[in-house]
Structures are given as C-alpha cells and as structure tokens.
C-alpha cells in the first residue's frame, strides 16, 4: 500500500501513518523540512515554467 500525505506542515501530521513494516510506504510533500522523521530527502528540480503548464 502507498499512502500519498500532500502538503503536510509538520512531522506530527503524519508520525502515525509512518509503516512499520516494508511491505508498506509513505510518501511525505512539504515545503518544510519534515524533522523528526527516519526519512530520505530526495532533490527534486523544479520545472521550468514552460514544462509545468505543458498538457500530458
């Protein structure tokens, strides 16, 4: 199971939702640095202007 938290403020919003095992994930969007959390931050590059309005 994946379970997407969008926009999350801070780390309390979604602790309780962390998987305990592996045969689960959570991936976490913020525009905060989420603390508190065992957790890989991935760079992620933002799209040029053209890229991001650009029909799939």
Sequence with gaps: ???????SSDAGQVRALVPGGRAHRLLVTSRDTLTGLDARLPDVDELAPAAAVEPG
């Excluded at 199971?1 to 926009?7: E, P, T, W």
Aim: net charge negative.
């Design 1 to 7: 199971m994946l379970i997407v938290a969008d926009n």
